[in-house]
């Protein structure tokens, strides 16, 4: 198992809303204001579609608890109860590209007890019965963590509590169901790893320079470096400028 996924540290034009808890200490997430106004950041291709930060506002003025890394695109679909909006968290890294119509699930929505006398959820009209069960799975964290780097593709579901690593990629209309690894390819329903990107090797090596931490000045300065082919080449002349 990786270990668990963070929101990036000091992302290019971050577009956080929140600072997320401290695994050490556990301590209650802090609202903080933004460092910028969220807005469509300005790219070079005129199309591109707005930031994640900017679409997913409407949620977070009403108090869901979500935190956007910086140049992530695309808005997803929250499936989300307004009742559990401060139980959970949704976590996106930076630098996401996100197609459209994807669905991310948080908390217990959409989740119905197979064991039950009845897979209807009763308490959403007769309120919550002393003594009754919870479906089972109700007690893990039922907040969803996408890294940096991760291509969802168009018509994804992705359901609560699942963690998806940096550089992963969910092909199109894939159900994500349980975690997929960094760097992994992941596709169908429900969602299986078809194959890894690069050998353990490289995604280590890629995972160490955690690129999308860096400042946009240093990535500029590199730019071709992320669109080539020859991994190792590129990677020996990421590291070198590092910070």
């Known amino acids: 198992m990786w270990p668990r996924i963070s929101a990036p540290r000091n992302p290019v034009r971050s577009c956080c809303f929140y600072s997320p808890p401290d695994p050490e200490t556990n301590t209650s997430i802090d609202e903080f204001p933004m460092s910028a106004p969220i807005e469509p950041i300005e790219r070079h291709h005129p199309r591109m579609p707005p930031t994640t930060a900017f679409g997913l506002k409407p949620y977070v003025d009403r108090g869901f608890r979500i935190s956007v890394g910086g140049y992530s695109y695309g808005t997803p679909s929250l499936k989300w109860s307004e009742g559990e909006k401060a139980a959970h968290t949704l976590e996106i890294g930076a630098f996401c590209s996100i197609a459209a119509d994807v669905s991310i699930y948080v908390g217990t929505q959409g989740i119905h007890a197979l064991d039950f006398v009845t897979t209807y959820p009763m308490g959403m009209v007769f309120g919550n019965a002393p003594g009754a069960e919870r479906p089972v799975g109700n007690e893990r964290d039922l907040g969803v963590v996408i890294g940096s780097d991760v291509w969802i593709g168009r018509d994804t579901i ?11 990629v969910i092909g199109t209309r894939a159900l ?51 669109s080539t082919r020859d991994i190792e080449k590129a990677l020996d002349a990421l590291e070198a400028v590092a910070p």
Request: aromatic share 10%; no cysteine; glycine share 6%.
């Open 158 to 168: 992705i359901q609560a509590g699942v963690r998806i690593g940096h550089g992963a």
């Open 176 to 226: 994500v169901t349980s975690d997929i690894a960094p760097y992994t390819i992941a596709v169908g329903i429900p969602a299986k790893p078809l194959r890894k990107r690069f050998s353990d090797d490289q995604i280590a090596r890629l995972l160490a320079l955690a690129w999308w931490t860096w400042e946009e000045d240093l990535i500029r300065k590199v730019l071709a470096k992320f």
